[in-house]
Structures are given as C-alpha cells and as structure tokens.
C-alpha cells in the first residue's frame, strides 16, 4: 500500500487523533435516510444533497477571514492519474477514488485507514466520480463496467458485479447514488453504437432491480430513436424525495456525427429524464440538444431548486448545458420554464415552443468542415455548478469555445464517424441569475475551460479553480477574487465539512488531495473562552 504523504499538526495531535477513530470505528455506516436531510457539516454524498446544489450552510470561513487559509494536511495517492472525483465524509471518515483505487482517510489528518486496490483490467480509464455509501457499506464502480461493494470498516470486498460488457465497449466512472434501498448506477461508452443503460442495484444484495435504456440497439422492434443509440448517464443525477423522482442527464447518440443514420430527435439521448426510483419507469423527458450532432452530452447536474419563479412558486431544476443553453424546468412535469444561452452559441435557429433549442441544419457537421460554437468540449462539461438561494445565483465554470466539425462518410454509420478540430476557447466562471437568465458577472480563468467545479457557501463565498493552476475563493455576490493558493490545475468539485469545530475545504489538483482550514486557534486564547 502506497502511504499518502500529509501535512499534519505536531504528533500528538496524530496519537489523539488514531485513538479516536479506534473508539468510533465500529460506527461509521450510514443510514439512507439521513440523505433526505444530511447534517449541515457533512458531506455524505457525490452532491453533498440529494439537490444537486453543491453549497453548504457552513458560515465558519468567510470574506473577511478566507484570506487566513493555511494547508491543514495534503494527501498524495501516489498515482499517475489524477483526482477527479469528489470525496465523501461519512462520521469523520473521507472516501476518495481514483481509477481502480479507493482510500478511506480520517478527515481530521488524512491518515490512511486502508486502501482498496481492483486488480488491471481493459476498461477505459479515463478519470473516476467517487464513491456512494450505504450503511457499513462502499460501492465503487471500475473502468471495466463492475460494480465493487466494499465493507466501509477495512476494504474488504463484500461483491463484485458487472454492470456492462466492457468487451461491446462500455465502461464506468460514475459515482454510484442511494436513493432509499435503491442504488443507482450509469454506464459510459460512446465509441461503439451501444444503448445507454441506467440500473438500480439493491444495495445489500447486488441482485439488479431494473434498467432504464434511454436508447435500444438499432435493430430493436421496439428502438424508439430513430435510430440512435448512445444516451449514456455518466455523472450522478439528482433526487425528489417528495415527488419521488429521480433526474439524470443523458449523453449523445451514436453514431455521433453521421446524423444521416438516426433521423429526427433521436429521444432520450441528449435529455433530462425524470424516473421513478422504484421501477425505473419514464415519467418525463426533456431535450436540450434534439438530434445532436456535435457530442453535446447533457449529463450535466439536474440541480433543483424550491422557490417562486416570476412570482409562482415553482419546483424548479436548472441545468447549464454543455451545448451553451442554460434551462430552467417545473420539474413536476419537465415544461420549460426558460431557455437562454449562457455561453458563445451559433449552432441553433431559435428555440422552439417547448424551450428546445432548434439545430441549423447548416451547422451539421460536413466533409469541408462547419465552424461551431460551442467546440465538442462544451460551454460546459462534467464539473459541478452551484446554486446560492442567497443571491439566486447559478454559479458555472464555462467557456466560449469554437471548434470545426467534419463529417466523413468514409468512417461508416459506427461510433464517432467523423471528427472535429478545436481552434479557440477562453475559460470563464459565470452567475446566472435564474429568473432571467442573464449573467449578473463573470470571472475571467486566465486560459481555457477549467477542470474544477464550483462550490459556494452560507458565508457568502464562491470555492473554484481557475484555468492556470490555482485554487480561488470568490465573493459570491460579485465574483471579486478574495484568495488563491497556486497548486496546480484543480480537477475535481470542491467540498466542505466541519470536525471538531474547525470548517475544512477540500480539492485535488493531479495526484493529491488538499485540506485548506483557517489556523488553530492558541490553547491559551481556548482556555481563556472557556473560562467566562
């Protein structure tokens, strides 16, 4: 086992810290429940909450004191690939993946408690979500379309299923999500013409329970896209407990440029669908990219959102697509409440009567190219955006981009079927405000689209990394730069918890995690406190 290296407070700090998670090492599971309302200083899930918000009620760190952040402790993996996924903290005990590789940490120093190993495999590994957790239990999907249950306590596999055939192409980096009993899972691969699949999994057997296909094999009598297959769900959808519905995004069809092969819409890849969480069933479905052309998967975070829009009080889901639009829904029904585009866009004739962008047909991809906005990377992609109910601000990491798209009949009807040349992009965070959509500022990243996601906070601070290496906190309210620490490009979505009365914030740049918290306080100004 590769022992992480950590910057710790003086050794006795350590002794104390190891006896105490001896004395609680036997509770540490996690009840489903407590997801519906998880602790204000916890972070127990891929969202922090089943909202998808990624903001915390923490108010410890704040505009006026964010300047006095010092490293509390920095654990390296000792891994070649780098830290995309976003920890979890379950009863003081972090949960932080790369591909192939799970480490339980105490969150106090971030001494290893153990660390999990999935043996070489032939997936595809191209990054890794993190973890979800049931009870005593962590579950863990590999580059090779398994699914790992690990028991919380030591590591030890309890089983090992596979969700997909990684041998038709398919392969896994999604961070699982419970939802009561269920445990829910996507699948990734969009290099061959494979339906997208979504299962729920019961999570102390891994018996499955059910598959959503946003798309069925071409040959299918019942195929329903015209077509199409593709529509993978690869990063962490969001959850209603009162509606009981769950929302995830789906990616795009295949064949991906050869558009010719799959007329019309090409449902539900492209979407934002709403499930039943307990038989998986389609209750609605709503296209930001109809037929897309230009692998403008709309994974993106389903964020929702309680609150009145343009006076009606409305449960909302927001979602800032990779295809430049940002959309607002009545996520009872999947109507669209609005569509504006939040980034560079000149690939639509208008949006349609149902708020769905209209694709130009003369934007399709073509064998002398098409000059595109936004490029195949998106206005934005995979990191997590964050909604403040304080300010009523959307926070993105986006970018305007402009690539050029061929396509190649030469390639066949199978898989990417083409290609496409990005030629420019400029990285920016922006605050959307949702009632209208218009961007109230923008905060320039210094090169192009950044691998960080947003984090904000109760205090009124934004967590972020920007294009060039650095880790940044912003005033919310106007996005005035109040903090940076240059550690390297930031890779994964910040997160925030409190331990014993000290607020840490967490992000991954390359191979290391990172613990930024204001400085301990003196004993003797403690003791002083105490004696009043």
């Given at each position: ?11 006795a700090?350590l ?12 509770a540490q ?7 519906q309302q998880?602790?204000?200083?916890s972070?127990?899930?891929y ?13 410890q760190?704040?505009?006026?004191n964010?300047n006095?952040l010092?490293?509390a ?7 070649t690939?780098?830290?995309k996924?976003t920890?979890?903290l ?7 993946t790369?591909p ?9 120093s971030?001494?290893?408690l153990w660390?999990?190993?999935?043996p070489?495999?032939q ?7 993190g ?10 999907t590999?580059?090779d379309a ?7 306590r030591n590591?030890?596999?309890r ?5 997909a ?7 896994t980096t999604?961070?699982p999500?419970?939802?009561r ?17 979504l299962?729920s ?11 959503f296909?946003?798309?069925?094999p071409?040959?299918?009598p019942?195929a ?10 690869w990063?962490t959808?969001?959850y ?6 769950f929302?995830v995004?789906?990616?795009n069809p295949?064949p991906?440029?050869a558009a010719g092969?799959r ?5 539900w890849t492209c ?6 969480p ?5 209750v609605?479905g ?5 037929h ?10 389903p ?13 909302m889901?927001?979602?800032?697509s ?5 959309f ?11 569509t ?10 208008g949006?349609d ?12 991809p073509a ?5 595109i ?16 109910a304080q300010?009523g601000?959307?926070i ?12 190649k ?10 290609a ?10 922006r605050a959307?405000?949702y009632q209208t ?6 905060h320039?990243?210094?090169g192009g689209?950044?691998g960080?996601?947003v984090?904000?906070?109760?205090s009124?601070?934004?967590f972020?990394g920007?294009s060039v290496?650095s880790v940044?906190?912003?005033?919310t309210?106007?996005?005035t ?6 550690i390297g490009?930031?890779g994964n ?9 000290r607020?840490?914030?967490l992000?991954a ?9 204001l400085p ?5 100004m403690?003791?002083g406190?105490?004696?009043h």
């Amino acid at each position: 086992m590769k022992i992480g290296y950590h910057v710790l407070r003086p050794a006795a700090g350590l002794i104390l810290v190891m006896l105490a998670f001896q004395g609680r090492a036997l509770a540490q599971g996690l009840d489903p429940g407590t997801l519906q309302q998880p602790p204000g200083q916890s972070w127990p899930t891929y969202h922090g909450t089943y909202s998808g918000q990624h903001h915390s009620r923490l108010t410890q760190i704040t505009p006026a004191n964010v300047n006095q952040l010092t490293l509390a402790w920095a654990f390296e993996t000792g891994q070649t690939a780098q830290v995309k996924s976003t920890p979890i903290l379950v009863n003081g005990i972090l949960y932080v993946t790369t591909p192939d590789n799970v480490w339980a940490l105490d969150a106090r120093s971030a001494h290893p408690l153990w660390h999990y190993t999935y043996p070489p495999n032939q997936g595809l590994h191209i990054g890794h979500r993190g973890v979800a957790m049931y009870k005593d239990y962590v579950y863990f999907t590999t580059p090779d379309a398994h699914l790992i249950s690990l028991d919380a306590r030591n590591g030890k596999v309890r089983w090992d299923i596979v969700i997909a055939d990684v041998m038709k192409g398919y392969w896994t980096t999604v961070a699982p999500l419970v939802i009561r009993d269920h445990l829910l899972v996507g699948t990734s691969g969009d290099f061959d013409n494979l339906p997208g699949m979504l299962k729920s999994i019961d999570p102390e057997t891994g018996d499955t329970q059910w598959t959503f296909y946003s798309t069925l094999p071409r040959e299918a009598p019942e195929a329903f896209s015209g077509g199409a297959t593709g529509g993978n769900m690869w990063i962490t959808g969001t959850y209603d407990p009162q509606l009981n519905l769950f929302y995830v995004g789906t990616g795009n069809p295949t064949p991906v440029l050869a558009a010719g092969a799959r007329p019309g819409d090409n449902p539900w890849t492209c979407s934002i669908v709403a499930l039943n969480p307990d038989n998986g069933k389609l209750v609605w479905g709503f296209q930001p990219s109809p037929h897309d052309t230009h692998d403008w998967d709309a994974v993106e975070v389903p964020v929702l959102v309680d609150g009145k829009f343009k006076g009606t009080p409305r449960k909302m889901l927001l979602q800032a697509s990779r295809n430049g639009y940002f959309f607002v829904l009545d996520r009872t029904s999947g109507k669209s409440l609005l569509t504006t585009p939040f980034a560079a866009v000149n690939w639509s004739a208008g949006v349609d009567q149902d708020g769905r962008p209209i694709p130009n047909p003369a934007k399709e991809p073509a064998r002398d190219g098409r000059l595109i906005a936004p490029d195949e990377g998106g206005a934005t992609n995979y990191r997590s955006p964050s909604f403040d109910a304080q300010t009523g601000l959307f926070i993105v990491s986006a970018q305007d981009s402009y690539g050029i798209y061929f396509s190649k009949p030469e390639h066949g009807e199978y898989g990417w079927a083409g290609a496409d040349y990005g030629l420019f992009g400029k990285g920016t965070l922006r605050a959307i405000d949702y009632q209208t959509g218009k961007i109230r500022w923008t905060h320039d990243l210094g090169g192009g689209a950044s691998g960080a996601g947003v984090l904000t906070t109760d205090s009124g601070l934004t967590f972020t990394g920007d294009s060039v290496g650095s880790v940044l906190a912003l005033r919310t309210r106007d996005g005035t730069t109040l903090w940076h620490s240059r550690i390297g490009r930031v890779g994964n979505s910040p997160i925030t918890y409190e331990l014993d009365g000290r607020q840490y914030v967490l992000v991954a740049s390359g191979g290391t995690l990172y613990a930024w918290a204001l400085p301990d306080r003196p004993v003797a100004m403690e003791r002083g406190r105490r004696s009043h």
